[in-house]
């Protein structure tokens, strides 16, 4: 089965091990298709890293508008289709985007089964061309990935009508997150810390972690690893409360240093609000810190409580003393601290390893190789 997948996702050097995973089945012959870099919203540049390349074709090509989500292409992909002949195409692009409806059109010129993947969890209407594209794409896939339960009802809600599978994009190398050495012990007046890791944005509640504090021992300090335009906000907002000096900000860092920085960690926060434009479509942070066996504590917005399960604390989105609530279980009680630690790790373990995803996504690669071919 020769398989081409596209993706702009796959700069990042971590998530190319399912690839790699993905290689290992022998009917399958793997061709990646990816840019040099991805241009994120704010300017910065995601290089492609190169760290898990074994077992498959790794194509670099060109990307124009890079750094447009919706209206970005490759030029070339015609050249690498007519290269690979691919039997099957995995369009790892929201149904909506150009770039997802130019894979389509070429795979429908080769007689190929593509599919493509969405986290979109929000029934969102868009203007021409854009609805335009989605629906060719609906018409045109033989199968679709929803990354989150709520993706999977908006596509049927929006008119797909073709097979879903709920699977996330991307699965969790254990082996690379994982805690090196056993944890020391808390002394009484040892710092606590919590910590973001991520795009510091206004959507992901951050100045919740902030008001915490002020409802928490001074043992409490909070760490924001990241980039974004909440920076300066958080830090005027800890002045004016008063908690400046526990708060702690570090720069964006390359995906393969973020599980020591985790570890680094006593707790892992995601506080993110759900907005008109917006929910959390999975918080792939917090599956990272799970499997650091760093406790994590998620607002109750979009898939954070379906992925935390009962391997950590939930609390109601937008309310910083229930937050600081939970700070404080994992603060006064070590044997839940310990258990929760240790349940996180499991969790991923059953349910998030980059094996467990690759073989979901194979064996969707055999059910779309064996569907009718869609109509043209």
């Known amino acids: 089965m020769r398989v081409l997948m596209i993706s702009k996702a796959l700069v990042a050097g971590t ?10 089945y022998e009917d399958v012959e793997l061709t990646l298709v990816t840019p040099e870099y991805w241009r994120s919203d704010d300017g910065s540049k995601q290089v492609l890293e190169r760290l898990y390349t074994r077992g498959y074709r790794l194509v670099v090509t060109p990307m124009a508008l890079n750094g447009n989500f919706h209206l970005h292409y490759y030029p070339r992909l015609s050249q690498v289709m007519r290269e690979v002949r691919p039997e099957v195409v995995h369009i790892d692009e929201e149904p909506y985007n150009f770039a997802t409806f130019q894979a389509m059109f070429l795979a429908q010129r080769w007689r190929a089964k593509a599919l493509f993947f969405t986290w979109q969890n929000l029934n969102r209407r868009y203007p021409p061309p854009f609805r335009q594209i989605e629906l060719y794409n609906y018409h045109h896939a033989a199968s679709a990935i929803a990354g989150n339960r709520a993706a999977a009802e908006v596509l049927r809600n929006k008119g797909y009508q073709g097979t879903i599978r709920v699977i996330p994009q991307f699965g969790f190398d254990t082996d690379i997150y994982r805690r090196s050495t056993p944890r020391v012990a808390r002394g009484p007046n040892d710092l606590f810390t919590i910590g973001f890791l991520g795009r510091l944005k206004e959507e992901k509640g951050l100045s919740l972690m902030v008001e915490a504090l002020t409802y928490l021992p001074e043992c409490c300090q909070a760490t924001f ?40 960690l006593d707790a892992l926060v995601l506080p993110s609000l759900t907005r008109p434009n917006w929910m959390e479509q999975f918080g792939r942070v917090l599956p990272e810190a799970m499997a650091c066996e760093t406790p994590v504590i998620g607002s109750s917005s979009g898939e954070i409580p379906y992925v935390i399960g009962d391997a950590g604390l ?29 349940r996180g790790r499991q969790r991923v373990l059953d349910n998030y390893t980059q094996e467990q995803i690759a073989r979901q996504t194979y064996e969707l690669y055999l059910e779309v190789e064996n569907a009718p071919q869609s109509s043209t």
Do not use: H, W
């Open 15 to 24: 998530a190319q091990r399912k690839l790699e995973e993905l290689a290992k």
């Open 225 to 264: 690893i990241g980039n974004g335009p909440m920076k300066s906000v958080l830090e005027e907002q800890a002045t004016k409360l008063g908690v400046r000096e526990r708060v702690l900000f570090k720069p964006a860092l390359p995906t393969y240093e973020v599980p020591n920085e985790l570890t680094r």
């Open 314 to 342: 939930v609390f109601k989105e937008g309310d910083a003393q229930e937050l600081a609530t939970c700070v404080r279980r994992l603060l006064e009680d070590a044997a839940l601290y310990a258990d929760l630690a240790k």
